[in-house]
C-alpha cells in the first residue's frame, strides 16, 4: 500500500466544465499513473510521471492533461468535461526503477451529465 | 504488442467450492504477470505477481496462480472459496524491468453464493 488518497472520492459536473482530479501520494514513490476504468475496457493508462515535471501520454489520453509539480501530487485535468469521460478513475504508484509493482488508490467516480 | 485476454466475463460459485480464473496473454517473450482483486467500491489490491522462476506462486488470500508458457497463461486458482472472496479479478501483463504500461484484461466479476 503506497499511502495512496485521491480526492474528491465522487463528482459530478456539466459538459464543457474543466474538472481537477488530484491524486497524493505518501510514500515519496519516483512513478505515478492515471488509468480510467470503463466496463469491457478494464483499466486503461490515461497519462503517467516518471518525475517531477516529467510525464508522458498513455493509451487514452486525448482530452486529458496532467501535472506533477511535487513528488507527492499528480494532477489530472480534464479541460472541458465530455459525456464520453464518465468513467472511474484510478490513481497507481510505483516505487521506482527495478520496483515493479504498481499500487491502487481507491478511484474517484465522475459523472460528466 | 502485449495483450491480456480474460475469457469469462462473470463466474459464479458456491462457497466452499474451488475456483480457476483463465488469464491468456500475447508477449513475444516472458512477461511480469500480476492479478489483482477489486472489491466493490474499492481500488485494486496486488494478489500475486509472477516475474520469473517457479511458474507457480502463492499470493495473498489463499490464492495462487500458475505460469504455464506453452499456454501463454496464467490461471488464478483457489481451492476454497469464500463469500468475502466475490469482487471482480484483474490480470495484467508488463514489460519486464520496465511496467510503466501495465496492460489490463477486461476483468472477471465473481459472484459468490452460500
Known amino acids: 500500500d503506497a499511502g495512496i488518497t485521491q480526492s474528491p472520492r465522487h463528482k459530478v459536473t456539466e459538459t464543457g466544465t474543466p474538472v481537477t482530479l488530484r491524486c497524493h501520494q505518501t510514500?515519496?514513490?519516483?512513478?505515478m499513473y492515471w488509468y480510467r476504468q470503463d466496463p469491457g475496457h478494464g483499466l486503461r493508462l490515461i497519462h503517467y510521471?516518471?518525475?517531477?515535471?516529467?510525464?508522458d501520454k498513455g493509451e487514452v489520453s486525448d482530452g486529458y492533461s496532467v501535472s506533477r509539480s511535487k513528488t507527492e501530487d499528480f494532477l489530472l485535468t480534464l479541460e472541458s468535461a465530455t459525456s464520453s469521460q464518465t468513467s472511474v478513475y484510478f490513481c497507481?504508484?510505483?516505487?521506482?526503477?527495478?520496483?515493479?509493482?504498481?499500487?491502487f488508490g481507491a478511484g474517484t467516480r465522475l459523472s460528466v451529465l | 504488442a502485449q495483450s491480456v485476454t480474460q475469457p469469462d466475463i462473470h463466474i459464479t460459485v458456491s462457497e466452499g467450492a474451488s475456483l480457476e480464473l483463465r488469464c491468456n496473454y500475447s508477449?513475444?517473450?516472458?512477461?511480469?504477470l500480476f492479478w489483482y482483486v477489486q472489491s466493490p467500491g474499492q481500488g485494486l489490491q496486488l494478489l500475486l505477481k509472477?516475474?520469473?522462476?517457479?511458474?507457480l506462486v502463492q499470493g495473498i488470500k489463499g490464492f495462487e496462480a500458475e505460469f504455464k508458457r506453452s499456454q501463454s497463461s496464467f490461471n488464478l486458482r483457489k481451492p476454497s472459496v469464500h463469500w468475502s472472496d466475490a469482487a471482480e479479478y484483474f490480470c495484467?501483463?508488463?514489460?519486464?524491468?520496465?511496467?510503466?504500461?501495465?496492460?489490463f484484461g477486461t476483468g472477471t466479476r465473481l459472484q459468490v453464493f452460500p
Open positions: 497507481a504508484t510505483r516505487a521506482g526503477i527495478a520496483k515493479n509493482i504498481q499500487y
Open positions: 510514500e515519496n514513490h519516483r512513478y
Open positions: 510521471s516518471y518525475g517531477v515535471k516529467d510525464t
Open positions: 508477449y513475444g517473450a516472458t512477461p511480469y
Open positions: 509472477y516475474f520469473s522462476g517457479d511458474t
Open positions: 495484467a501483463v508488463g514489460v519486464p524491468y520496465n511496467t510503466d504500461k501495465l496492460i
